[in-house]
Every structure is written in C-alpha cells, then in structure tokens.
C-alpha cells in the first residue's frame, strides 16, 4: 500500500510543469523578470528565479510584487569576484560601461544554471525556461533535454526591437517612411565591448521556441504585427505580457511606513509636480547636474528630483558620489522640490495622484511605468535602447517632448532649455493634451488586463501554451 502511495505521488510530481526565469544582471531587467515571475507565480505555477546572491537580493529589494513574490524560489549561484568601479559621470558615450565587468561575470552562471535544468527536468513534465535575451549562453544547454523548452524574453519596446532586427536584416520588406523620419542612429548607444557581448548572446537564440514582450497591443500593436512577420519572427510564436508592473497600489496599514516623497506628494494639488529620475544606469556631470537644479528652480514647478548615480556591478559596496548643486539651491526651493538621494518607489511615485510629469532617460522599464499610470515625458535619452524609445513616446504615441535630441548627445543641456521643456509639459495647453493622451493610454492598459482584456488573454494564452499536455 504504501509504495502504491509513494508511485502516485511521483506521479503527480511528474506532471508539473516548471518555470524557471534567467535575468540579466542590471536592475531594469532584474525587475522585468521579477515582475513577470509574480504574474505566473499567481496560476499557481512554480517559478524559479536564477541569479547571484548579490542580484537577487538588489531585485527584491526594490520590486514591486506585493502578493506573489513569496511563492518564488530563488537560487542564489556564484560568479568569480568581478570588479565593480564607479561609474565616469565624464565619458562621452554615456554607456555604463562600468557595469561590463558584472555582465562578462554572468557567462559562469552557465554550469550552475545547467544543473538546476537537469534536476528540475527529472522531477517535472516540463521545464519552460524564460531567459533574457542577454543571457542565451547561459541557458544554450536545455536543447539537451527532451522536456525542456526556451522563450527569449526582450526587455525593450516592441518598435525598438522591430527596427534593430530589420535594420540588422538589410530592410527586408517596406515599412511606413514616417516611422523612420527622425530615426535616431544607434551610434553612442553602445560601447564596442557591449556590442561584442550582445552579438555572442544573440547568437544563442536561434534554438528558442517563442519570444516575450514587457508590452502591450494596447499602446504596441502595429510593431508587434511587425515583429510577427515570417521575414523577421522565422515562424517563432511571440506573446506580449506587459505591462508586468503591478497597476494598483494595496492600502497602507496604520504600521506600514511610506517613503517621505509620498508623503510629501500628499500634500500637493493633482497633476502640479514634475517627477525627476535617470534610472539605474545614468551618471550625468557636476556641470549638468548644476544647469539641470538652475532649470528646475528658475521653472516655478513643484518637483520629485531623484539625485544618484547610476548603480554600480554590486550595488551595495558603499562610496557614494556628493553631487555639487547650487548654492542655497536646497533652501529656496524648499517648499515646492524635495530630493530624494537613495532607491525611490518610482511606481508608487509615478502612480500618485500629484505627479503630472515624468523628466526622465526613457528607459524601457521607465516608459511602460509612466504610460500605465498615465504620465507623460519629457524624454531625456542616454544610451541603449533610449533615443527610439524617444521616437515612440514622442511622435508615436504622442504622450511626450523632447529634452536633448540625439543628435546632440554630447551637448551640455543648459538651464533655459531644461526650464522651457518642464514649462511646457508642466504649465502649457499642448502639455496637458500630452497628459490627456497618457490618461486614455492608461485607461486602455487597466481594461486589457480586466476578464475578457487583450492582456489578460494574451497571458493567458501564454499558461496554457506552457501548460499543454
């Protein structure tokens, strides 16, 4: 009787199926991941999250997963020691290529991840493994295993994607010419050694069997058609899940603490305060940290400034930057700016009913926040994937302004400039449009993910693709 009891139980253990989620080191595609992991962790599917110690314990301090997150196993494997300098608020190409040590130190997660796929395969029907598409090396070796599949996870917007595939395949069919007016080139994007890195990855990607997208057809779904073309896709199926950021915030006990800018936006009128961040990867210099604090004061606008440096390969090793702002700066603008210099709860900031405009890098993770909360930009891009995400905000969606084309990337932003931009997202008719298109945006993502929503069937459709006997 009880080796009946112990075959059915194997049994049952047998027929699970098992996600297991490979992120890139750097915190927009740590969060990403983490974020996805908690919507699939809600089906009651067991997900398993890979990284160091370091990076998993970055993620979950700063994700913002509030019911999930605990049903996730983590598994913490080590790298060798990788340096991890400060970033160079002085280099031209405002690539983090600070981080590039971190990120060549990601490849020895290969052997680890390997055997966690063989173990996992053993014991479950299925091993779906969702890696980030700058982490294909670490993965490659589930094709030899019958019951494991692979689905590349893209952390950029569906029209950025597009165009670098299609760029990368010679054009190989016409698209709309308004797309590419403005175009930026991809020239500073990238430092030469990222590039190499990116290439050896992406070559690992030809065995997956689908792709997936932090967006939505709601704001995306003339690129994701594109994408979806036999001449770009090679017939791979292709789910967009996003926005994986949670939309509604859970109510604060009388014990929970909020951070002080929360509170603080509790205190202003609608839509009056200009919320300022450059994400995890942006250094910018003395000098236009000063002409950036002159712009904001001499504005008149009530701002949220987040004021750090970008993240370093092991973000808690401590020696942080003083940054040289103007004199008196703090006490005249008291009253109406307060700055924040460690990690802030941007969605919770970017979802306050205070916040009316977004300064910001237009990092990918960034857009798809400010768009679900229904703020628009004043796009100040840096590198990556940024000046096209520009592009789409600003002439495609519409729901934006540009700071600094990118042509003039290594021009310093001076304060008039910074002063003219917030004035007109803050305090002009055309930036209340701006904000009215980003209010319908967000309108739109909250119904896709309601019963019966694109979002929620795309997801959907998604588990039971994986689940499938």
């Not at 019951?147 to 069919?173: C, G, Q």
């Amino acid at each position: 009787m009880a080796s009946n009891l112990h075959f059915c139980n194997n049994n049952q253990k047998s027929q699970k199926v098992v996600v297991v989620m490979v992120p890139f080191p750097a915190q927009g595609h740590l969060n990403q991941l983490l974020q996805l992991s908690c919507l699939i962790a809600s089906y009651n599917i067991q997900v398993h999250y890979v990284s160091t110690k370091t990076h998993n314990l970055q993620a979950k301090l700063r994700v913002h997963c509030f019911d999930s997150i605990s049903k996730i196993h983590f598994h913490e494997f080590s790298t060798p020691n990788f340096i991890s300098p400060s970033p160079n608020p002085n280099f031209q190409i405002k690539f983090p290529s600070h981080l590039q040590p971190s990120f060549e130190a990601s490849s020895y997660l290969r052997k680890p991840v390997k055997k966690l796929l063989q173990t996992l395969s053993s014991k479950n029907r299925r091993v779906i493994i969702i890696n980030d598409s700058l982490m294909g090396s670490v993965v490659q070796d589930f094709v030899s295993l019958p019951n494991a599949e692979a689905y590349t996870f893209h952390s950029v917007s569906a029209f950025t994607l597009f165009l670098f595939i299609w760029e990368k395949r010679n054009r190989p069919f016409p698209i709309d010419a308004e797309m590419l007016n403005e175009l930026p080139t991809l020239e500073g994007c990238f430092s030469p050694e990222f590039e190499r890195f990116m290439k050896i990855e992406h070559d690992c990607m030809k065995f997956n069997s689908g792709k997936i997208y932090n967006t939505c057809r709601v704001i995306e779904s003339p690129f994701l058609d594109l994408l979806s073309k036999e001449l770009i896709d090679n017939n791979k199926k292709q789910w967009a899940l996003g926005p994986f950021n949670p939309l509604t915030f859970p109510k604060k006990g009388p014990n929970t603490r909020s951070h002080n800018c929360l509170l603080w936006l509790d205190k202003q009128e609608p839509n009056s305060v200009l919320y300022v961040s450059f994400g995890t990867t942006t250094s910018f210099s003395d000098e236009q940290i000063r002409e950036m604090a002159i712009g904001l004061e001499q504005s008149q606008q009530k701002f949220v400034w987040v004021l750090r440096d970008a993240d370093k390969g092991n973000v808690f090793t401590k020696d942080s930057r003083k940054f040289e702002l103007p004199k008196g700066f703090e006490e005249r603008v008291k009253e109406r700016g307060i700055l924040v210099r460690d990690w802030a709860p941007q969605l919770e900031i970017l979802g306050h009913v205070s916040i009316g405009g977004f300064l910001s890098h237009c990092g990918w993770n960034s857009c798809i926040e400010s768009i679900s909360m229904g703020v628009p930009i004043a796009a100040w891009p840096m590198h990556s994937d940024q000046p096209r995400n520009t592009v789409l905000i600003t002439k495609i969606l519409k729901i934006g302004l540009v700071v600094r084309d990118w042509a003039h990337r290594n021009e310093l932003v001076k304060s008039n400039i910074v002063k003219k931009c917030v004035e007109k997202l803050m305090a002009s008719k055309e930036g209340d449009e701006m904000r009215n298109r980003a209010k319908n945006s967000s309108v739109a993502i909250r119904k896709s993910v309601g019963e019966g929503g694109v979002k929620r069937m795309e997801l959907d459709s998604f588990i039971s693709h994986i689940t499938r006997y």
